[in-house]
């Protein structure tokens, strides 16, 4: 029995997020952590401070480099090829 696309897309999909908790996932829990220990600013920023443009852009790339490029990213390319032709 031969599994739909709906399927394998879905398996595909089931395996990123599974390789990205490993991989990214555990990191963002200390991430999180830190957060509530020290604040958001803090956590960014470190002790030295930074300016709000800084802060922005600190925080995009971090948001950026641990969920949209290795989680949201690949699973809307496994949604579009998978099901782009049905």
């Known amino acids: 029995m031969k599994p739909s696309r709906k399927m394998k897309a ?13 991989l990214f996932g555990v990191r963002l829990i200390g991430y999180f952590s830190s957060i509530s220990d020290k604040g958001l600013r803090a956590t960014e920023c ?4 930074c300016t709000d443009a800084m802060f922005i852009a ?12 290795p989680l ?11 099901l782009k032709k049905s």
């Open 10 to 22: 879905l398996m595909y999909s089931i395996l990123v997020v599974l390789i990205w908790f490993f």
């Open 46 to 49: 470190g002790t030295q401070g």
């Open 58 to 69: 600190n925080l995009v790339w971090t948001w950026s480099f641990f969920i949209v490029i």
């Open 72 to 82: 949201i990213l690949p699973i809307a390319l496994i949604i579009y090829f998978h």
